[in-house]
């Protein structure tokens, strides 16, 4: 059975940077997109950036120039670096992983932006 594994969140102040991980346990074949989103109570959930097989990334309006995916395709890893934090950042981030055999998602790790 195949697990997203997610690392890397905790507190921090604002300005600071954190990075994210979400490994793969398992084997999953033909991953076309690894992706983050975020959410907190109450609000929608929000695709945060999006990595493609072939390199191509795409990120919210509110990150971008702060945040980068990053993918490890031999490891069946994404990362992201997320640099110049705000408190509006805070959320809970999860990772989710879309291949030819279906969408996984990781349980989600929570980031806290200290003002």
């Known amino acids: 059975q195949v697990q997203l594994v997610e690392s890397g969140g905790g507190l921090v102040q604002a300005g600071g940077s954190l990075r994210l991980s979400c490994a793969a346990s398992?084997?999953?074949?033909?991953?076309?997109?690894m992706s983050w989103y975020r959410q907190s109570p109450g609000n929608h959930r929000e695709l945060v950036a999006s990595?493609?097989?072939?390199?191509?990334?795409n990120y919210a309006d509110s990150v971008k120039g702060r945040f980068t995916i990053s993918r490890d395709n031999a490891k069946n890893t994404v990362y992201l670096q997320m640099d110049s934090l705000k408190p509006e950042d805070t959320n809970v981030y999860s990772c989710?992983?879309?291949?030819?055999?279906?969408?996984?998602w990781g349980q989600g790790t929570q980031v806290t932006v200290s003002s």
């Open positions: 990595i493609t097989s072939s390199g191509s990334t």
């Open positions: 989710t992983f879309e291949a030819l055999e279906g969408i996984y």
């Open positions: 398992g084997s999953i074949f033909s991953i076309i997109h």
